[in-house]
């Protein structure tokens, strides 16, 4: 895994149109855009195949819960029809945790969630940190503060979930905090479990597979994470993780074992090095993307 580019300049956080602060999540368009939460400006930008700025959701700097604005947004996805969704959390003064759907131009749809109130039921989130589609259109949802991955239908209507809302646990049936999600070329749901420091594989109909890494246990070496937070599947298969606590990005195989790792674990700012990256997502050249939070940047690297 090699540097090629990057969006944004590296350490300066900033609000026009080639500066970021603090990119949270990250999906590719059926165009083969860049789409990109931008969190603490309150907007989603698109970028094109050159990392060039084409246009946002969202008024820079600007929190709102209403149809027009974003609130500390995160988890970003793509749906089959090319529609967007984007997940918005809230701030001190502002409030969303709701699922908003978007038309390709940008323009508001529906959403899931009840604006400004969050919940543990089947009518509310607590934070859409993390949203994938499935292969059959289906929508999964790293609830993070629910400590739960619930699923809804194409027309945004849930289903069922898995985790108990609410409840913190380190077995085979809890999560604590997941925020990244993807799905495996062979439809499996993929979840970072942030807060058990491991990767859990689920079935479709969200029942435990098998993980990588020791639950609740961190570390630095080829065995465990610290605070795992972004996931994406490459073309062959293999997975890619966000290792945020440890600054790199690890490749694992289908079975979830160790392959080889972007970054050397050491924070930095230059292309070898990572600040707690987040969203991760592969482009269909085969490039990956990510969002390098603490350096305010989207860094483009190839998948060999």
């Avoid at 646990?169 to 905090?177: C, V």
């Avoid at 085969?286 to 998948?303: K, L, P, Q, S, W």
Wanted: net charge negative; aromatic share 6%; with cysteine.
């Amino acid at each position: 895994m090699r540097y090629l580019d990057q969006f944004g300049e590296t350490g300066v956080s900033g609000t026009d149109r080639h500066h970021l602060n603090t990119p949270w999540g990250i999906a590719i368009d059926h165009d083969g855009n860049v789409l990109v939460t931008d969190n603490n400006n309150h907007r989603l930008i698109r970028l094109d195949e050159d990392l060039q700025y084409l246009d946002q959701f969202g008024q820079t700097g600007v929190a709102g819960n209403d149809r027009e604005h974003l609130v500390n947004p995160r988890g970003v996805a793509v749906m089959r029809d090319g529609s967007i969704l984007v997940g918005r959390y809230g701030s001190k003064s502002v409030r969303a945790y709701d699922l908003i759907r978007l038309t390709q131009d940008l323009e508001y749809v529906d959403q899931f969630g009840q604006t400004g109130t969050s919940g543990t039921d089947r009518e509310h989130l607590g934070s859409p940190t993390g949203l994938a589609v499935g292969l059959e259109g289906m929508v999964y949802v790293a609830d993070d503060p629910n400590h739960r991955v619930i699923r809804l239908t194409e027309d945004l209507r849930y289903l069922d979930q898995f985790g108990q809302s609410g409840a913190i646990g380190t077995d085979r049936e809890h999560l604590d905090g997941p925020s990244g999600i993807c799905v495996a070329r062979d439809g499996s749901i993929v979840v970072a479990d942030t807060g058990n420091t491991r990767i859990v594989l689920l079935t479709e109909d969200l029942r435990y597979l098998n993980q990588f890494g020791e639950t609740a246990v961190t570390g630095t070496d080829r065995e465990h994470t610290w605070n795992p937070n972004g996931v994406a599947a490459m073309r062959d298969g293999c997975l890619l993780v966000t290792d945020s606590n440890n600054y790199r990005v690890i490749r694992l195989s289908e079975d979830l074992k160790y392959m080889d790792q972007f970054a050397s674990g050491l924070i930095g700012s230059d292309r070898e090095h990572l600040d707690t990256p987040l969203g991760i997502a592969m482009g269909p050249d085969g490039m990956a993307y990510i969002c390098d939070r603490g350096n305010h940047r989207v860094i483009r690297f190839t998948e060999d």
